[in-house]
């Protein structure tokens, strides 16, 4: 018979042990099912695939839940961040020291005006919109090609064919130190990709937001969506990345400039430069977090000395990096 193996047992040192050990045994007395998981590699949690081991990582899959843990994180005083789908990180190979909340999983619900919605944090982006459109709430048309989850969209103003998340959320309630709160668009100052939220990262956690829609016809809101995921699907690679790496500078396509400087296809161990959409960088399987940020360094250089133009990252460094 093979021997019991533990392969991620508790740590017994670092600054947060202890801590994480209080968060983690609270977890799993709650009434939600968790399952705090040591040591868990957030390469697992990320859509390129990459990273190495958050110190502890709790699932959470409701909006509930999600505020349990991160009351208690708050009360512990310890490093965390909340991640949604991870479609946004490139995670680094040392991890991250802390708790890192995945959450994915939440309810939305129509509100009294009848063209409002709520999504919890936790809700798929792509399914909140689909379901919108099946209320007959045109709005979220945009939205319906973007991965990840509600929070991570608000965080980071996702947006596509036009629409930004800035665009649709009128308040989103966060939870900080302090305890619950709204924040309205004036202190969330949405622009291009970003957000007071995603500069100031884990100062908040988003519980959830509220969006204004207007009234439509559902067949053509759905017949619009449809059309621009077969868009999305021809012009896009599937294979696991983190979207676009960097945003457009004004006046620019990123990808036009990628490609100019001529890195499409350019490989770094086992990370490579799509030849679909250059400004994708793909994990061909074997790539590690050095490998996508070397190759995201080669790409500013070759486009800062071939153009003289600076790209701005899209994607977040998430975890400990030591540029
Ligand atoms: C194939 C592909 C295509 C993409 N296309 C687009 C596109 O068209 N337009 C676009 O804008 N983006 C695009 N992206 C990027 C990504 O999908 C968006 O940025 C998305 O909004 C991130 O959501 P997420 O849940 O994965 O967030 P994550 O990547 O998990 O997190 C992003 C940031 O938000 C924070 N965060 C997440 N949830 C919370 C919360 N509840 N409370 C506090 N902070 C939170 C995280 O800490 C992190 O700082 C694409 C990505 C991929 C892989």
């Not at 959450?103 to 999504?119: E, K, P």
């Not at 009128?170 to 202190?187: A, Q």
């Not at 969330?188 to 937001?209: F, H, I, W």
Request: aromatic share 6%.
């Amino acid at each position: 018979m093979s021997a019991i193996i533990v392969e991620r047992e508790i740590p017994t040192e670092g600054p947060f042990e202890g801590k994480l050990a209080t968060i983690a045994a609270s977890a799993l007395q709650a009434p939600f099912g968790l399952k705090p998981v040591w040591r868990e590699p957030l390469a697992k949690h990320t859509s390129v695939r990459v990273g190495g081991p958050a110190d502890l990582l709790i699932r959470v899959r409701s909006q509930e839940a999600l505020r349990l843990v991160a009351a208690e994180a708050y009360t512990q005083a310890i490093p965390f961040r909340v991640i949604g789908d991870g479609t946004n990180l490139i995670a680094a190979e040392a991890g991250f020291r802390g708790l890192v909340i995945r959450n994915h999983g939440g309810d939305r619900r129509l509100c009294a005006d009848g063209v409002s919605v709520w999504a919890d944090a936790g809700c798929s982006l792509i399914s909140t919109a689909r379901w919108t459109a099946s209320l007959g709430l045109s709005g979220l048309e945009g939205a319906a090609t973007i991965p990840g989850t509600v929070g991570g969209a608000v965080v980071n103003n996702a947006g596509a064919y036009g629409w930004t998340a800035a665009d649709s959320v009128v308040r989103t309630k966060v939870l900080d130190r302090h305890g619950e709160r709204w924040m309205y668009p004036d202190e969330l100052r949405y622009s291009y990709r970003t957000s007071t939220l995603k500069e100031q990262p884990g100062n908040a956690v988003v519980l959830g937001a509220e969006m204004r829609l207007t009234p439509g016809d559902a067949d053509r809101i759905l017949a619009t969506m449809q059309s621009r995921l077969e868009t999305r699907q021809r012009t896009q690679p599937t294979a696991p990345s983190s979207g676009s790496v960097f945003r457009n500078p004004a006046g620019h396509s990123a990808w036009k400039l990628i490609d100019e400087a001529g890195m499409r296809g350019k490989e770094r161990g086992g990370a490579h430069v799509s030849a679909l959409h250059t400004n994708f960088i793909i994990n061909g399987g074997s790539a590690t977090a050095d490998d996508v940020l070397a190759l995201i360094r080669e790409i500013e250089e070759a486009v800062r000395s071939r153009m003289h133009i600076s790209l701005k990252r899209e994607i977040e460094l998430f975890g400990e990096w030591e540029e």
